[in-house]
């Protein structure tokens, strides 16, 4: 049986254990924070199928499958029913590459329709589309399921080194312990470029900071359950790159109760090199942003916040999608950004390559999965 540690119980490491231990695997996972507490926390993320680089389109529908199974699983509804509508002039790009997946069903829509799933929105006669496979993740549900199921293997330790120790295993200290094992995934999030440099492998990894907030509907607004009236739906998750209302890359989920929208901007502001904010202004000037957007776009929503996720969020240089694995010697670590809805095929990703000593799909750093074509 291999003796594997996956350092960080975010939703790639929650992913990566369960996957492991699932085929066997004797697993322990680290994390010195509450699990789901890094760029995992907070309620809700987008599960969208489209993506620029199609090898990513097809990684993402292996996931849809993945979470259905964890639905199944687990006995929950982990991804709302009522698809991801995204406006703006790529819609018809977006289109034409998700047609070429059969189990990617995609269609426009029409003013009219847009306004029946999307009542919250302005007026908006230009492109939409709606993935209808996409729709909000339930994400604090996944976290808790996932951290049942690792009850037991879980270790509430935060991990100073990892290093090989020439007898082919890799050596793991904690503040209080130290262990050896026959592979060490690190999926520590913001932690795992500074792990995997002391084990000699460099990741270009760039951190920033990120700001969403979340707002109530409106009074008269739909009702409690999010239906768009007359429709029975719930709200779809929603992504604008039209520019129209004054922002050019914006998203937003529904929460689970229906009557909360989370909403952010594709932004994020830079870390300096020793780790703290280059601009901790710039963080409130995105939120200031943010309420401005949710003015001009979005009447449906009280554009006062009623919360926020600040989170330091971790990208490769080849993409805001972008997302690779980096495997030598019984040490094998994860680096992307936007992974939440990618989680369980990166669990399962990972968990064979531990198991079999390769790299699978196009998740190899050196193919640069998730590459932006601009
Ligand atoms: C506001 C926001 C909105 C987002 N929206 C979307 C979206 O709509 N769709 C989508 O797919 N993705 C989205 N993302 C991105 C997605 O949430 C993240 O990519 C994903 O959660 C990353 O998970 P992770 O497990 O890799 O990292 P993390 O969740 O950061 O987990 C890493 C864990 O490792 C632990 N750790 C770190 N160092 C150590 C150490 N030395 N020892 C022990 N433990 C350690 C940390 O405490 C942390 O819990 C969003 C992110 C944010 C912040």
Redesign the pocket.
């Given at each position: 049986m291999t003796r594997t540690a996956v350092?960080?119980?975010?939703?790639?490491?929650l992913a990566a254990a369960h996957a492991l231990r699932a085929r066997g695997a004797d697993v322990t996972l680290?994390?010195?924070?509450p699990?789901?507490?890094?760029?995992?926390?907070?309620q809700s993320?987008?599960?969208r199928h489209s993506h620029e680089d199609p090898r990513l389109v097809a990684l993402v529908a292996r996931s849809r499958t993945l979470w259905r199974q964890w639905e199944q699983e687990f006995g929950l509804e982990l991804i709302s029913p009522d698809g991801a509508v995204a406006i703006g002039a790529g819609v018809e790009e977006k289109l034409r590459t998700l047609e070429r997946f059969a189990e990617v069903p995609v269609c426009r829509l029409p003013p009219e329709e847009l306004h029946a799933r999307l009542p919250l929105l302005a007026g908006w006669t230009g492109p939409a589309m709606l993935d209808v496979h996409g729709g909000a993740?339930r994400t604090l549900d996944a976290v808790a399921a996932l951290v049942h199921r690792l009850e037991g293997s879980t270790l509430r330790?935060?991990?100073?080194s990892v290093r090989r120790t020439g007898t082919g295993s890799v050596e793991l200290r904690t503040g209080t312990t130290c262990e050896t094992y026959d592979h060490v995934v690190l999926?520590?999030?913001?932690?795992t470029a500074p792990?995997a440099r002391g084990a000699g492998i460099d990741l270009p990894v760039e951190t920033g900071a990120?700001v969403?907030l979340t707002f109530a509907l409106a009074a008269g607004a739909p009702d409690p359950g999010g239906s768009a009236p007359g429709t029975g739906r719930g709200l779809p998750t929603f992504q604008d790159g039209s520019g129209d209302f004054g922002e050019t890359g914006v998203?937003a989920?529904p929460y689970p109760d229906g009557r909360r929208f989370s909403v952010?901007l594709s932004a994020d502001t830079p870390a300096r090199p020793d780790g703290g904010l280059a601009d901790p202004a710039a963080l409130a000037a995105l939120a200031d942003r943010t309420v401005a957007y949710v003015r001009r776009a979005l009447p449906g929503l009280d554009p006062r916040p009623v919360d926020h996720?600040h989170?330091w969020?971790t990208r490769l240089p080849w993409g805001d999608d972008g997302v690779g694995i980096w495997s030598e010697d019984g040490i094998t670590a994860?680096a992307?950004?936007?992974?939440?809805?990618?989680?369980p095929a990166l669990g399962e990703a990972l968990a064979e390559t531990v198991l079999t000593g390769g790299i699978p799909g196009h998740l190899h750093h050196e193919e640069q999965l998730g590459r932006s074509a601009g």
């Open positions: 350092v960080g119980a975010g939703i790639v490491g680290y994390e010195s924070g699990p789901g507490g890094g760029q995992s926390a907070g993320r987008i599960f993740i330790e935060h991990v100073l999926c520590a999030g913001r932690g792990l990120h969403r998203y989920a952010g996720v989170c969020v994860l992307g950004h936007n992974l939440f809805k990618q989680a």
